[in-house]
């Protein structure tokens, strides 16, 4: 038996039960895996609380960023074995594997070698963050002097996608709502920061640019904003939304859109881990930044597992720069 996070009703963070399950042996093409490490993300506490695309089926386990070591491996897996240690990607449907758990079952094709000369908590903090923000590289080809706007810049991807814009060469531009984080995020790369609720956000764009617009606007917000977002851009500027964190509509700007010729476009990190030879060239990309010092995970508090609720509270408060990781 072992401890395993379950979730039997939809709701607030309070509705997680740790319970002891079986975890069983692994099946056709998977591992299983003790866990040392978990990285949350908000794609699972928008599951949890019935706001993700997709609906769990309860009861369910949940998580799906985690790192560990290898117990054993089941048929028709081959290059891992016991005793190996793992990061596991989130590359799975959530609710169809679960990671918050003392063990677990997960897909071999899941499973990545570590960064060497990380620790484990960075370890859990790596495929996700940097497949999501290498959009603005592989979506846009983000170059020298490019500027970039990054919105909710304190997440964990927020992060990433300044360290991989400072890293092209292009100019990084932090899009918070206060200014209670600009010095964190100055320490953290920013080149600039604009604190949304607090300034005329177009009018601080423009002035950091020259009058010229933002080329790149990476947004996982959407709601009515996206406006503004697009009025700060410069023509021809490209504009991901990868989120919905306002739980609002998100209106299409139109005539912002038709007179800069703007491309507006979604992006979720599997249009890089679901295509091997884009995973693969992404993959050696990331782990030179991670040598090279151009990428450094940002780790904002750690979590016993005994207190994944109020991790997944703290993570929902808003208050962290960076990642949040539960350790076991």
Known sequence: MTKTVMVHELGEPDVLRIEETEVGAPKEGEA???????????????????????QPELPTTIGYEAYGEIVDVGPGVSGWKAGDAAC??????????????????????????????????????????????????EGAQATLDDYVVIRAASSSVGLAAIQLANWTGAVSIAATRSNRKRDALLQHGAQHVVATEEQDYVEEVMKITG????????????????????ESMCERGILFIYGGLSEQD??????????????????IASEIWHHPHRFQRHKALILQGLARGKLKPVIAKTFPFDQIAEANRYLESNQQVGKVVVTL
């Open 32 to 54: 299983r895996i003790r866990v040392k490490t978990l990285g949350l993300n908000r794609a699972e506490a928008m599951f949890r609380a019935g706001k993700y695309p997709i």
């Open 250 to 267: 998100t209106p299409y700007p139109h005539w912002q859109s038709a007179f800069k010729g703007l491309s507006i476009r979604g992006w």
């Open 88 to 137: 596991v990607m989130p590359n799975f449907r959530l609710g169809t594997y679960g990671v918050w758990a003392e063990e677990a079952i997960v897909p071999a094709s899941s499973l990545v070698e570590p960064p060497p000369d990380l620790s484990p908590e960075e370890c859990a903090c790596i495929w996700m963050q940097y497949c999501t923000a290498l959009a603005i590289i």
């Open 211 to 230: 009058g010229k617009g933002a080329r790149i606007v990476f947004d996982p917000v959407g709601g009515p904003f996206v406006e503004k977002l697009a």
